[in-house]
């Protein structure tokens, strides 16, 4: 928290955003909210009533576009039998345990290497690399945090306003770098992937990395929110298949990201993401978030 009012103080919109997240302010309807807090990050109005832009686009799908499917298609436990049924169970990171509490997690019987995160959010995870280097009490303490987040008030993300929050144990896994996963995020428009990102060196001391390319595998020369790494990753051994299956999650979705892992060359799902950086992610240049914009046909509405 402290952190957090630090940077608001350098930066006085930080410090609004910070602000509106407060209780207090949960009796403004989505739709304002969603303006202001636009306003805040974006630098620019939102526009409702003729959209273009594809951050634009992600705030009027979060008002108008809610299918009961999507919360299910959100949360991290119960899209496991989404993605079972869909495309196969084979393509599931192994589960280890799910608990309604940190108190239930029994560590005697989990491998010396693990995966915890919560259903019911985003960017939460602890990831052990050593049981013994595992501090409980802080661990603990994390996690009845995670427990207690309403992530839908955050960004008025719909689909998380009723999901029952549950802490998943996943199998620690690794790529060929033998540090981390590189994520391949497939974006999904109207049920066609029209491009992708890669985000990699997420657990490095330089931070996370992230990398757009077309659908011939070429960079793309746009950024969002996170800097470029300066190489070219090489093409999945799998690309063709996610593509596949990306486009098949996504029929019938106005916009869907869906996320795939490559271990030893076998595919493995990640989650589905209907508003990626919850729609409040700045394009360098800016043309691409009109480009993207575009590229979503938005269903017709009564708003």
């Known amino acids: 928290m402290i952190g957090k009012i630090i940077k608001g103080l350098r930066n006085p919109r930080l410090l609004l955003v910070y602000i509106l997240g407060n209780k207090t302010f949960r009796i403004i309807t989505d739709e304002i909210y969603l303006k202001i807090k636009y306003k805040l990050l974006i630098k620019n109005n939102l526009d409702l009533k003729n959209p273009r832009f594809f951050n634009e686009k992600l705030q009027w799908l979060k008002l108008y576009d809610r299918k009961q499917e999507y919360s299910q298609m959100v949360d991290k436990y119960e899209v496991r039998r989404y993605i079972e049924e869909k495309i196969g ?25 693990f995966v915890l ?33 309403e992530y839908y008030w955050l960004h008025r993300e719909w689909p998380y306003k009723n999901i029952r929050p549950r802490i998943l144990c996943e199998k620690f896994m690794v790529d060929e770098s ?72 996504s029929k019938d979705i106005p916009f869907l990201r869906v996320d795939f892992y490559e271990v030893s060359g076998d595919l493995y799902f990640g989650e589905l993401t209907f508003y990626p950086a919850s729609g409040f992610g700045e394009f360098t240049p800016e043309s691409y978030d009109e480009l993207l914009g575009s590229w979503i046909r938005l269903p017709i509405s009564e708003n």
């Open 89 to 113: 169970k084979e393509y599931l990171i192994p589960l280890l345990g799910v608990y309604d509490s940190f108190d239930e997690i029994d560590f005697n019987v989990l491998p010396n290497q």
């Open 178 to 249: 033998g540090t981390e996963l590189k994520d391949y995020k497939f974006m999904c428009f109207n049920g066609e992937v029209k491009c992708s990102f890669v985000c990699l060196n997420r657990n490095s001391d330089n931070g996370l990395k992230l990398d757009f390319y077309d659908t011939d595998w070429n960079i793309m020369p746009v950024k969002r929110h996170y800097p470029n790494s300066g190489i070219k990753v090489n093409k999945p051994k799998n690309y063709d298949k996610m593509v596949y299956f990306a486009e098949e999650l």
């Open 117 to 149: 995160k919560p259903n019911h959010t985003s960017g939460d995870v602890f990831i052990c690399n050593d049981k013994s280097d595992i501090n409980y009490l802080e661990l603990k303490k994390e996690v009845n945090q995670w427990l207690k987040r």
